[in-house]
């Protein structure tokens, strides 16, 4: 069949795409039945374009729709080419003066906060930047999709409601001018038809229910059934159950079964099979078996192939409408019509109701395109707009039914767009008015809530999972009424009125149905069965909280209700809360106790716990106090206790109740915390003569007296209002000061200290733990000031004069009695009948009576009696029991109970003020009592008594707390105290070195790092402790091995080339290292040093520990094992193998170390080609076969072997075997990360690769100080100083455990790249070698050669003449490369002899290239460029000599400023003319550059052919981050998968190191890389990282690092809100700017090397970071 159709497909498309548009329009034009004639069009062209197969070719269909089907309509709709008939429509159009620009998934939009009506107004990134809000406190999300820009919209802003670009438009704009004015009658009636054929066809199809059979106007003529298998989505079956069933199914690979499922689910639905009806049929129902399991199967239709092209070409259609009226505000109002018109079947059947009520049918798709289209159509359009928010709320209840049964998410409803409609203040109020709307929304939502109890209570208790899923979908009919609400209006028709009072009526009958539903009954016997569901109850409560104080603010509620009744309901609730805390629910299980939690917490608090405050408040001011308190006593059931005299003796006497009465105590607190609340809670507005401001500054003020807060934190533990604002920033600048953060952690905000008064302990919205925790903060910082630690209450503002009498209850009888009672018990202080936290409370009670009475007395006007006689009350002994002492005596006792120590000053303050009180009394009446004088006589001088005692206690207290920190110090943990030792250690070290540094015995006038010249070094011991067995050893060759721990990684962090990829390691040859730096390794270090043997046995046990681990449950470790990996045992960090700590290695050689007459650079030169000659020969010599001994014998014989070099000698190791075991573990363990390879310590590779970390290392460090500014030898990091030196030493000494021959063949290549010899094959040109490395790699195998030499030439000899090539040949190199541009500026004539050198050899360079060269006049310009360029060079060259011969670096570069140039030079042994270098070897030097310059690849660079790297290499950065997070977000938002053509990407991620962006965390982009299927994140890292990445994940505003496959963690962002924190997940959408200090940060972990590091540290602080599938990012 395939075969067949093949050429047929070609035959169709010449005949498509000579169909002519304008022709098929002309037809149109002429017909006298448009409708049928368009039809019989489509029926015939739309099957061939999109029904071809089993896969869409999306760009083929598109041009082929264009051209065939759509072309027709616009030349038809223009009357012309429609070229030249848009762009007139669009120069007569006057343009909206709306945005409605519909968002983007993860698009950025804004709200002001200052003028948004409410938080659903926002603006789109462009509108918000040309806006005035711009400047004012605004709010940015990320959009969800769906929604569009309020720009323009008058009604969405209080102020600024057009931005720049939108403003223009609004001058032209005259009332309700109908925009079809500026169409033509023609045009307008051609729109009209061909918008009415088009969209009715485009809804006919869409909403077609048959699989497989057309409607009878598309039907056609010759029919090829073909049928596709359509699988749709839903949001039941999982990523992982799809892909599994497809590939069961229609027997795909799995990469096919993914692409299915991620287009199922992006669309809604994708075919997955094409053929005939059975084969497709058959499809199906092994889906269907096999996800039928335990849910409803996935749906899948076996559909004919042309209803699918016809609904495709529906969907194009559409999309075309939404684009076509961008042109005219006319043609968009003709589309408006024709969808609103009803059609013949009356009421809802136009097609706009058509498609809504079909919307939970259609697939996700369709949903999408269709709402778009309504969003640019019919919301932009002022006058349908109204009409449609009709027939939407005529269609509400069955949308709404539609979407509580459908099972997609809300933002793929229609339902959704309520929220585009009912913000609209003036759309709600029509619709309330006209429609009805809220009784409708409220009755459709009880409607959905049947379950109810006997009384028609709800009923959540027992929900099945079912109805938990429905409740949650019903639950956005809530919001719903809540944006109906949001806008309360500004004058009441009587229409309005009325609607809203039966909206209101519907919402009281909810409300009774909430009232008391899941009631609680106390368990008094078994422990209940099963924890009831109570979630539901408080989900809908929660919910409801605004929109019932939005009730409030549109009506005033007037009920009549006797005060006992008011109270009844919250006292009952509040004596709950009591009782559970006395534990008398306990049986209750744990729901009780979650719904007290939310009954208190911030999230509800306003409408339940603060509401039945006031609303008991309310009801007590209208009562008589004593009536009041004798009904609290009655419901706290404590009634018995206050009215028995003697109660607490017979308590005492009695020991058997203890439960009881720590029941009653219990109850008794919180009484008296009850009475504290209600007397003491004046801050709601209404209750006392505050204000809003007041209120929330008291919240704040309470809040941080617990702790300094950030703001996020504070405003978490503050209420927001329906605008999700809590007026915080109002008034926080009053109340405390702000701390900057610092490079870690957060802005804090402080309390002012002047606000410390305010504090009042008992504070309502304090949990316990709140409360105990200010109270011990508040004290401390009394202690702190040297103030007394009384906590008094503060001082209070009156009440409205409505609840005025509250505050008699302090003076009231019954409270006296209660108060004398809790006196009387803590006086006879007597077993457990009374509790501190009881007295406390009634000290606290007589403190705000105190306060309340001197209140009075100082604020009473002249004449006025004041009623409050509070301490004339307490002064008076009490009548029963019989003559007990007053109130006021008992506090004189009990101020000295040596039991009380705590209250001590709350008391001494009581009485203080108690006295003072007395003062004003008697000043302002005319007898003064001598007795009070006395009383304070008294007073102050058992004031001084107790000052005395309290000194002495203070002594005590600090004694003890300094007893109490000794001994944790003792319990330090051990490896704590060796850390300790060590670091000790550590730093005597330091200061060792240090002390050597500046020693006499190094003479101070130059020093030399290297050369036969060099400054002689003397000898020193080095002692070193194990930290594992703390046992102290001396470093020695011939001791026992110390290493030290160690982390090898591959780097790019210095790569020049990041698309540069090692395809075949095993056959890589890494001699040479090309300038780029592309792939380096690197060795860090923790600098913590262990016994070989003792680390040997220290990893066997991890190694062994790990195994067993494994077996039993596959846990995962910050580490991994088997890859040799382990944590320093001292510090945790990260490390792969040991570096063994050696001595200088060039002394152990180079015993010979003074010779007479060396040979210079020429003699030596010719030396070493000799050797290296003989070498070949005799390699030659062994590599061929036996058969010919005799003439081998022979041409030995006849070799020429250079005077004093004996190729057979071969030098005894010096070094322990243990020492040797370590120099090949740590050789290996570079060879195997370096190349990632198998290990082998055979390869002849192990040594280059020891070299190239050595001098890789040392580059990156030189790096970093550079860019820090640092001065070269400034004091480093002990780790990092002991890391360079031991690994220089390290790769100096590895050759001694190699194969001589093979290092002495990669010396001999090494030479050859600089030296030509013959028989070197392809060496690279000196273009493509970074000189670097090759200086430290000649350097290091060098003693593989001269220790057959006994010619006299010295270690140090070679080493200086190999500096002095290497350091020559990077000079021409940079000639080459780096001097390019010569600027202006004319220095041509300031001619010194240096600049004059160079311009020579400038010339000379310009001849041997063959005039390729550019010519280049300035020797300043020249010299300056080559200092600059080999500045990099020089300074890791004296780093590298620094540590291989030890040579303390001259003073003066270890100061920071100039660039030390000379310095560096004399300290290299180098002349500071170093042109000198040339004239000095000017035979041989002109030699070798003319062999260089004669490369291939030289010319090639200089015709332009090819690139090479310039110097000096500029350090790499993370890429520039903006200022603003906002435009990242709005980058991010543009940015398509590029796998799943033009698709969102979900979880766009920025590689911070070269800016790419990535379709993180996603099945599209996930790759496989080394057979695994790993994230476009961890893909990524293997090419740009080499297996380490940076990435900040835009939408969360996180950074994500990661390392290798199972290494990741998350980091703090770069980015900052004002109030100094960062915001993961976006959550608060404060705006955030870039903090370049800690963005610095992040870099100078990656220059550092330090992010896997970083890692590691982090999963060990967390360990659910390691369960974490890091490579699926
Ligand atoms: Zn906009
Ligand atoms: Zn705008
Ligand atoms: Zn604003
Ligand atoms: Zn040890
Ligand atoms: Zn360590
Ligand atoms: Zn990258
Ligand atoms: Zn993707």
Redesign the pocket.
């Known amino acids: 069949m395939a075969s067949e159709l093949e050429p047929e497909v070609q035959g169709l498309d010449r005949s498509l795409l000579e169909c002519s548009a304008e022709e098929t329009a002309g037809k149109w034009l002429q017909a006298t039945d448009l409708t049928r004639e368009v039809n019989q069009h489509l029926a015939h062209y739309v099957p061939k374009i999109y029904c071809r197969g089993p896969n869409p070719f999306p760009q083929k269909e598109d041009m082929l729709a264009h051209q065939v089907l759509l072309g027709p309509m616009e030349w038809y709709l223009c009357g012309e080419d429609p070229e030249l008939g848009f762009s007139k429509l669009e120069q007569t159009n006057k343009p909206s003066h709306l945005c409605g620009r519909v968002f983007k998934v993860g698009e950025p939009t804004y709200s002001c906060r200052d003028c948004a009506v409410d938080p659903t107004c926002v603006l789109c990134m462009e509108c918000f930047l040309g806006s005035i809000h711009r400047d004012h406190r605004y709010r940015m999300t990320t959009s969800g999709g769906g929604g569009f820009c309020d720009c323009g919209d008058t009604e969405a802003w209080k102020e600024g409601p057009y931005c720049q670009k939108h403003e223009l438009n609004t001058s032209e704009i005259e009332e309700e001018e109908d925009p079809l004015v500026h169409l033509s009658e023609d045009v307008i009636a051609r729109t009209y038809n061909i918008f009415a054929i088009m969209f009715r066809y485009a809804v006919e199809i869409l909403t077609w229910e048959k699989e497989s059979e057309l409607p009878p106007d598309l039907e056609m003529v010759e029919k090829s059934d073909t049928y596709y298998c359509m699988l749709f989505n839903d949001e039941v079956h999982t990523y992982e159950q799809v892909i599994y069933t497809l590939q069961k199914a229609v027997n795909c690979t799995q990469k096919e079964a993914i692409g299915f499922a991620t287009t199922v689910d992006r669309d809604g639905r994708r075919s997955v099979r094409y053929g005939d009806f059975q084969y497709c049929e058959q499809a199906k129902s092994v889906i269907v078996r096999n996800t039928s399991r335990q849910t409803k199967p996935l749906k899948v239709q076996v559909m004919h192939s042309s209803i699918v092209a016809h609904q495709n070409f529906g969907l194009k259609l559409l999309s075309w409408l939404g684009s076509i009226i961008g042109y005219s505000d006319g043609l968009r109002r003709i589309l408006c019509q024709v969808g609103l018109q009803e059609g013949p079947n009356g009421e809802n059947s136009s097609l706009v109701d058509r498609l809504m009520l079909s919307d939970s049918k259609l697939w996700k798709g369709a949903r999408s395109v269709y709402h778009q289209l309504f969003m640019s159509s019919l919301l932009m359009d002022l006058k349908y707009k109204k009409l449609f928010a009709v027939r939407f709320a005529k269609n509400y209840e069955r949308l709404q039914s539609d979407y509580v049964t459908d099972d997609h998410d809300r933002e793929f409803s229609i339902a959704d767009l309520s929220v585009q409609i009912f913000t609209v203040p003036s759309l709600a109020r029509m619709l309330i008015t006209e429609e009805n709307l809220m009784t409708i929304i409220i009755k459709t939502f009880m409607d959905h809530l049947r379950h109810r109890d006997a009384q028609g209570r709800f009923q959540f208790e027992r929900y099945t999972a079912l109805q938990a899923f429905k409740f949650r979908r019903v639950q956005s009919l809530i919001l719903d009424l809540k944006y109906v609400l949001i806008s309360k209006p500004t004058e009441w028709s009587d229409d309005l009125r009325q609607k809203f009072l039966e909206g209101f009526d519907a919402f009281l009958e909810l409300l009774k149905c909430m009232q008391g539903m899941d009631p609680v009954t106390r368990q008094v016997g078994q422990h209940i069965e099963m924890e009831p569901e109570w979630e539901a109850a408080f989900t809908l409560q929660m919910k409801l909280t605004h929109v019932i104080s939005m009730m409030q603010d549109w009506c005033a509620l007037d009920s009549e209700l006797s005060p006992p009744m008011l109270i009844e309901h919250p006292l009952r609730c509040l004596v709950l809360c009591a009782q559970v805390h006395a534990g008398m629910w306990r049986r209750n299980g744990f729901s009780l106790v979650n719904q007290i939690y939310y009954y208190h917490n911030v999230k509800c608090r306003r409408e339940m716990f603060d509401k039945d405050i006031v609303m008991l408040q309310t009801g007590v001011s209208m009562m008589d106090p004593n009536h009041f308190l004798m009904i609290m006593l009655s419901r706290f059931e404590l009634h018995q206790i206050f009215s028995t005299p003697d109660y607490g003796k017979k308590i005492s006497s009695e020991t058997t109740h203890k439960d009881l009465v720590q029941q009653n105590n219990t109850l008794i607190e919180e009484m008296l915390y009850l009475i504290i609340m209600l007397v003491g809670e004046r801050f709601s507005p209404g209750v006392g003569q505050v204000n809003a401001t007041d209120e929330i500054k008291r919240e704040i003020i309470h809040q941080l007296s617990i702790k300094p807060m950030a703001h996020s934190e504070l405003v978490k533990s503050l209420p927001e209002d329906e605008n999700k604002e809590t007026g915080m920033e109002s008034v926080i600048e009053a109340v405390a000061h702000f701390k900057k953060p610092g490079l870690t952690g957060r802005g804090m905000y402080e309390l002012k200290p002047e606000c410390a008064k305010e504090f009042n302990l008992y504070f309502y919205h304090f949990s316990r733990a709140e409360q105990s925790k200010a109270e011990e903060a508040q004290r401390k910082l009394k202690r702190q000031n040297k103030e007394d630690t009384a906590l008094p209450p503060p001082v209070l503002p009156p009440f409205c004069p409505l609840f005025a009498s509250l505050v008699n209850i302090l003076q009231s009888d019954v409270m006296l009695l209660i108060m004398r009672t809790v006196l009387q018990w803590t006086v006879e202080h007597n077993g457990h009948v009374w509790s501190e936290s009881m007295l406390q409370r009634v000290l606290h009670l007589i403190g705000m009576a105190l306060q309340e009475e001197k209140q009075h007395l100082e604020n009473v006007m002249e004449e006025h009696v004041v009623t409050f006689t509070f301490t004339q009350k307490i002064s008076k002994p009490g009548e029963a029991p019989h003559n007990s002492p007053s109130i006021l005596a008992m506090l004189e006792t009990l101020q000295n109970a040596p039991y009380l120590e705590v209250h001590k000053d709350m008391i001494k303050w009581i009485l203080k003020t108690f006295n003072a009180i007395k003062k004003i009394r008697e000043s302002s009446s005319t007898s003064p009592v001598a007795e009070t004088e006395g009383t304070i006589m008294e007073e102050s001088s058992r004031d001084k008594d107790k000052a005395e005692r309290k000194r002495k206690a203070e002594i005590a207290r600090l004694r003890r707390e300094k007893i109490m920190a000794q001994m944790s110090e003792m319990q330090r943990h051990f490896i704590d105290e060796n850390k300790e030792l060590f670091q000790q250690t550590l730093e005597l070290d330091a200061s060792i070195s240090a002390v050597l540094d500046n020693s006499p015995m190094v003479s101070d006038t130059t020093r030399t790092a290297l050369g036969p010249a060099q400054t002689p070094v003397p000898e020193q011991r080095q002692f070193v402790t194990c930290i594992l067995c703390q046992e102290e050893q001396e470093v020695k060759v011939e001791s026992r091995a110390m290493v030290l721990?160690a982390f090898v990684q591959r780097s790019t962090v210095l790569s020049k080339n990041r698309s540069k990829f090692i395809q075949d390691p095993e056959k890589y040859d890494p001699l040479f290292m090309h300038p780029d730096l592309s792939c380096g390794t690197h060795t860090g270090s923790?600098g913590?040093i262990m016994h070989a043997h003792c680390w040997q046995r220290y990893f066997d046990s991890v190694q062994a520990k790990e195994q067993r681990r494994q077996q039993r449950l596959r846990l995962h470790t910050s580490y991994d094992v088997e890859n040799g990996e382990f944590l320093?045992p001292?510090?945790e960090?990260l490390s792969n193998t040991v570096i063994p700590l050696l001595l200088p290695p060039r002394n152990i050689f180079n015993s010979r170390l003074h010779f007479s007459d060396q040979p210079n650079l020429t003699q030596w030169i010719r030396t070493i080609s000799q050797q290296i000659k003989a070498l070949q020969v005799l390699r030659k010599e062994e590599n061929t076969p036996n058969t010919a001994l005799s003439k081998n014998l022979e041409n030995v014989d006849e070799l020429q072997l250079p005077e004093g070099f004996r190729p057979d000698f071969h030098p005894k190791n010096p070094y322990s075997e243990s020492i040797k075991e370590m120099l090949t573990t740590f050789g290996t363990a570079t060879y195997k990360v370096g190349l990632k390879v198998h290990p082998n310590e055979e390869d002849p590779r192990v040594p280059i690769m020891c070299w190239g970390s050595c001098a890789y290392t040392i580059q990156s460090i030189e790096r970093i100080l550079n860019d820090e500014d640092k001065p070269l030898f400034s004091p480093l990091p002990c780790r990092l100083d002991d890391c360079l030196r031991s690994l220089t030493r390290f790769a100096a000494a590895h050759w001694t455990v190699a194969s001589l021959s093979v290092v002495q063949g990669h010396f001999c290549k090494l030479f050859a790249s600089l030296v030509p010899g013959d028989n070197h094959g392809d060496l690279p040109c000196i273009l493509d070698i970074d000189m670097f490395h090759l200086l430290v790699g000649l350097v290091l195998a060098f003693p593989a050669l001269q220790c057959q030499d006994f010619s006299g030439i010295s270690l140090g000899t070679g080493d200086l003449h190999i500096f002095h090539l290497v350091t020559m040949a990077h000079i021409i190199q940079i000639l080459l490369t780096s001097c390019t541009e010569e600027n202006g500026m004319d220095q041509e004539n300031a001619s010194g002899e240096e600049e004059l050198a160079v311009l020579a050899l400038y010339k000379t360079l310009h001849q041997y290239t063959g005039s390729a060269l550019k010519e280049m006049h300035s020797g300043w310009h020249l010299l300056r460029n080559v200092r600059a360029g080999i500045m990099p060079f020089l300074r890791c060259s004296a780093l590298f000599f620094h540590y291989l011969n030890g040579v303390p670096s001259p003073p003066e570069i270890q100061a920071s400023g100039t660039s030390h140039f000379e310095h560096l030079c004399n300290y290299l042994s180098l002349p500071n003319n170093f042109i000198c270098l040339f004239q000095e070897n000017k035979e041989i030097m002109k030699l070798l550059i003319e062999s260089w310059c004669h490369n291939i690849e030289v010319k090639r660079y200089l015709e332009g052919e090819r690139d090479a790297i310039s110097y000096p290499r500029e350090s790499n950065k993370l890429i520039d981050l903006p200022e603003d997070y906002s435009s990242l977000i709005n980058q991010a938002s543009n940015f398509l998968c590029p796998k799943s053509g033009g698709d969102k990407s979900r979880a766009p991620t920025l590689c911070l190191v070269c800016g790419t962006l990535l379709c993180s965390q996603s099945y599209c982009c996930q790759t496989e890389l080394e057979g695994e299927d790993v994230g476009a994140c961890t893909a990524h890292t293997y090419s740009c990282g080499s297996g380490v990445g940076i990435f900040l994940r835009v939408r969360e505003c996180q950074v994500l690092f990661l390392a290798g496959k199972t290494k990741g963690c998350f980091y703090s962002p770069p980015y900052l809100d004002d109030y100094g924190e960062t915001d993961q997940g976006l959550r608060r959408g404060n705006p955030l700017h870039l903090c370049r200090e800690r963005f610095k940060k992040i870099q100078k972990l990656w220059h550092q090397h330090s992010i896997t590091e970083e890692i590691g540290h982090a999963q060990e602080a967390n360990q659910t970071l390691v369960g974490i599938d890091w490579q699926h990012l």
């Open positions: 721990a923790c913590h320093c001292l510090c960090c």
